[in-house]
Nanobody, 115 residues
Framework: VRLVESGGGLVQPGGSLRLSCAAS????????MTWYRQAPGKERGLVAS????????NYADSVKGRFTISRDNAKNTVYLQMNSLKPEDTAVYYC?????????WGQGTQVTVSS
């Protein structure tokens, strides 16, 4: 099982980034997918989630209206489009696959929002 995040980097406040998480080794289309983030000295927290069929999405209040989660089951990939980025969005972003009690985590990708 592998989850590989990509797309992180350094961006100025107000900018945009698109994170990707490529999955392999399990039946991606039957798992809900989530994005978490962890800033230095803080606990890891949920950013966004999407159901297996994309019928349902949820967002943390802090990113509503700015971030969009989506998935392409044909490509075994989940995305996080991040717009209007703020310095407080700086964190390591992780994707997680979840189905019942089974969870798989990626290794994370760093996002830094700074001028």
């Amino acid at each position: 099982v592998r989850l590989v995040e990509s797309g992180g980097g350094l961006v100025q406040p107000g900018g945009s980034l698109r994170l990707s998480c490529a999955a392999s080794g399990f039946t991606f289309s039957s798992y809900a997918m989530t994005w978490y983030r962890q800033a230095p000295g803080k606990e890891r927290g949920l950013v966004a989630s999407i159901s297996s069929t994309s019928a349902s999405t949820n967002y943390a209040d802090s990113v509503k209206g700015r971030f969009t989660i989506s998935r392409d089951n044909a490509k075994n990939t989940v995305y996080l489009q991040m717009n209007s980025l703020k310095p407080e969005d700086t964190a390591v972003y992780y994707c997680k696959a979840v189905k019942a009690i089974v969870e798989y985590w990626g290794q994370g990708t760093q996002v830094t929002v700074s001028s």
